[in-house]
């Protein structure tokens, strides 16, 4: 029997009350985003998943939930709270880790940036089309030489006039090949620094000359979003173009910082989802005359995954609030980040084991949330970049350029 055919609702996963944290406005956002996505992701997304291909289809619904922007305010976003962007993405990513992607990059990375390096006039530009998903976005930054050290990115921005000439290359581009906003991070010849330029598509919706993407493939987690590799060459922006606050890494920095909760989240969406499925099978799995939920290996890893999800979510919880508070530092967005993102693997894991060779299929969903688990350990830097600037942290001394 397949998961779609059981009743996963009655599985409990928040064990310490923390829905009694939640405004009521906070838990009506949940409920409109899970009921979306039991409605109409979880019937279709296994079928993109496996043809590697993404939902358009999904895109109007999505954005008459009115989700887009997140915490920003004004410009036609919903001015979220933390905890409320927190219950979209775990509810998006119960559902599909693809999904939740696309909006991190259009939400956080994206409009993230242009909110928060942006000038005014480059926010009304931008921020009202995007929130209405008229327009999509896309940030690159990492390189096919540069990943973890992306501080050293070779990207190339030199001025001419009226413009910024831009050369260089991107890997990993969530959206960058259907994004009517691409914010590229390139090296501005004239100081050696680091900043932002953004890349429109034409009125035509082709892209400016010299700008290409090519979709890497053969992936075998978040296969329903394309994360393409894009060239860039001499490719001319607008001098307006450039963001006015974007002034060094550093600035990069505090985007990836003020977006890097978003993943943990996310895990906590992949673990539920993973949990909520080797409880259900459990129960209903009958080997050796009896529901394999009655042996003790079984209930001993229930109750770990159980554990290591609700630690998940306390610490997701509190994070929120210091974000709020303006309290939040790099550092406790990387603990949280490293954290959520081991466990969450695990928990996977142990439910695909718990349902033995059934965990493989995807009509049972454990095997794509597993193998999603696996973007999520990499992206928004890897658990060993987390453990260094949580390192750097406690001892003062850095281990990393």
Known sequence: MSIDAMNTDIVNTDYYLLDELLSEEEVLIRKKVSGFVNE????????????????????????????????????????????????????????????????GVQSGLSMGTINMLGNEEQKQRWLPGMARLEKI?????????????????????????????????????????????????????????VKGF?????????????????????????????????????????????LAEAHSFKDVTRVLTATRSGASWEAVGHGIAAYEAAVTYAKQRVQFGKPIAGYQLVQNKLANMLSELTAMQLICFRLATLADQGKMTSAMASLAKMHTAQKARWICSEARDILGGNGLLLENHVARHMTDMEVVHTYEGTDS??????GRDITGISAFA
């Open 385 to 390: 970049i987390q453990s260094l600037i949580i």
């Open 198 to 242: 953004i890349i429109e598509k034409n009125d035509d919706g082709s892209y400016p000359g010299g700008y290409s993407t090519e979709l890497i493939t053969g992936k075998i987690g978040k296969r329903a979003i394309w994360q393409p590799d894009v060239t860039i060459e001499n490719v001319r922006v607008p001098a307006e173009n450039k």
């Open 40 to 103: 109409s992701v979880l019937p279709v997304i296994n079928d993109y998943w496996e043809k590697a291909q993404f939902p358009f289809e999904l895109l109007p619904g999505i954005a008459e939930l009115g989700i887009i922007g997140s915490t920003i305010e004004g410009y036609g976003c919903p001015g979220m709270s933390r905890l409320a962007a927190g219950m979209v993405s775990v509810a998006m990513a119960r559902g599909d880790g693809s999904l939740n992607t696309f909006l």
């Open 137 to 193: 976005g896309a940030f690159g930054l990492t390189e096919p030489d540069h990943g973890s050290d992306s501080v050293a990115l070779e990207t190339t921005a030199r001025k001419e006039g009226g413009h910024y000439v831009l050369n260089g290359r991107k890997r990993w581009i969530g959206n960058a090949s259907i994004a009517d906003v691409v914010i590229i991070w390139a090296r501005d010849e004239s100081d050696g620094k």
